[in-house]
């Protein structure tokens, strides 16, 4: 079986975005679900807004931001809470199907990436947490280019810092189905990790297949 360079979306993909709320936010009540959605809504509105305004912030700040407007939302200003959700946000759980498929693919001899809109420091320290050091070979942040997927020229920078020669020598995998078509239309080979159920979008940009779990994830030569 020929090696594959596999590369996987952080946030959602791997790690569970709303882990924070529910490790930490026992204070939210029956608050908990909206405020956890709306944090994280206005966080990729936030990036995307920022790449098409040509400013930057680094995502870190952005999930700062994301959340005090989330909190602000809801009447509640309260930096105790804020803070015990911050720090959880660090630590992020990651998926049950994310060790067991990684290793998977690793023992194969598959190369393993992360591209990730999130700092460096934001996702070595979800990678610490997860036990997932010894699996990921790179872990590839938009930083410095100062602009957030799906901009093409992110996905262009991750071919590169891989060292791939071609984007179709990438497998890409995302729970975002944007990110999937900002990879798709870059040339990624793409897998749409539908953990939700959602219904599919963007059609001039479809995903090359779909999953609903990491479990059934395999190099495309084996189906």
């Known amino acids: 079986m020929a090696h594959r360079q596999f590369m996987f979306d952080a946030y959602g993909t791997l790690f569970d975005v709303h882990a924070a709320v529910a490790r930490a936010g026992a204070a939210l009540g029956d608050k908990a679900d909206a405020i956890s959605q709306l944090w994280r809504t206005k ?30 939302r809801h ?17 992020l759980s990651a998926y049950p199907d994310v060790v067991p498929a990684l290793t998977r693919l690793k023992t194969a001899g598959h190369g393993l990436a992360i591209f990730t809109n999130g700092t460096r420091a934001m996702v070595q320290a979800a990678i610490a947490a997860a036990g997932l050091g010894g699996l990921i070979d790179h872990v590839v942040t938009v930083e410095p280019l100062e602009a957030y997927k799906p901009a093409p020229p992110v996905y262009a920078a ?13 497998t890409f995998v995302s729970s975002n189905r944007w990110d999937v078509a900002g990879a798709a239309a870059f040339g990624f080979a793409t897998v749409w990790l539908n953990r939700a159920g959602l219904p599919d979008e963007y059609p001039d940009w479809p995903p090359g297949r779909i999953l609903s779990d990491l479990g059934a994830l395999q190099p495309p030569e084996a189906g």
């Open 158 to 170: 991750a071919l590169a810092a891989v060292g791939a020669a071609r984007p179709a020598d990438i």
């Open 75 to 91: 009447g509640l200003a309260d930096a105790g809470l804020r803070a015990a959700l911050l720090d959880a946000y660090r630590t």
């Open 43 to 72: 966080q990729l509105e936030y990036s995307w807004t920022g790449t098409l305004i040509g400013g930057f912030a680094d995502f870190w700040t952005l999930t700062e931001r994301s959340l005090d407007f989330a909190l602000a």
